[in-house]
């Protein structure tokens, strides 16, 4: 699994990062963590509002940091 964190690298997403990990810690599993933080790359993926979040390869939020418990339920 690989879970990408796509943004500048500002205090919103590194919370989202912290979640993810939390968020795989909770559901014992393990994900190649990536922090994208190219304004074009980021761009190219369709985000158009800071920290986005995707989960092998699939946008699955923009702009908002989810809980835990939120990315708990979108891991496949």
Excluded at 27 to 42: F, H, M, R, Y
Excluded at 48 to 69: C, F, H, N, Y
């Amino acid at each position: 699994m690989k879970i990408e964190i796509l943004g500048s690298g500002c205090k919103r997403c590194i919370q989202l990062g912290e979640n993810a990990q939390a968020a795989l810690a909770a559901a014992g599993k393990s994900a190649e963590l990536l922090k994208v933080t190219n304004p074009a790359q980021i761009a190219l993926r369709g985000v158009m509002s800071t920290p986005g979040l995707a989960i092998d390869g699939k946008l699955v939020s923009t702009g908002r940091v989810l809980t835990p418990e939120e990315i708990g339920k979108l891991l496949p």
